[in-house]
């Protein structure tokens, strides 16, 4: 089983940048997609980015195009989330999580959620 452990959020004011971590352990990651999702208070939990981690391909939110890449390191199992031009609607808690399906978007194909990181983003 895949253990995931995000890192990396904290208070940032608007326009500013953050970059968010996720190490993964416990299992090889070659046939998975691991993708960044985020809540906010009374908010259902939103899609943002994701990887394959077989070939590297990326997509992410149309919102998001443009300020957010997601990107991942080989060597050190870990998958980062370049965040930059923040707004304050970008405060929320960060999750990622893992799919066995390629290329998904969709919340319930995702498991093996991490304790997510608070993203605060003040105007």
């Known amino acids: 089983q895949v253990q995931l452990v995000e890192s990396g959020g904290g208070l940032v004011q608007a326009g500013g940048s953050l970059r968010l971590s996720c190490a993964a352990s416990g299992r090889t990651l070659s ?7 985020r809540q906010a208070p009374g908010k259902e939990r939103e899609f943002v980015a994701a ?38 609607e ?13 290329g998904s978007r969709w919340y319930p194909d995702f498991g ?8 605060t983003v003040s105007s």
């Open 31 to 37: 046939s998975y997609t691991l993708g960044w999702f």
């Open 90 to 102: 970008d405060t929320a808690i960060y999750y990622c999580g893992i799919s066995p399906a390629y």
């Open 112 to 119: 093996s959620w991490g304790q997510g990181t608070q993203v």
């Open 51 to 88: 990887i394959n981690w077989r070939g590297g391909s990326t997509y992410a939110a149309d919102s998001m195009k443009g300020r957010f890449t997601i990107s991942r390191d080989n060597a050190r199992n870990t998958v980062y989330l370049q965040m930059n031009s923040l707004k304050p």
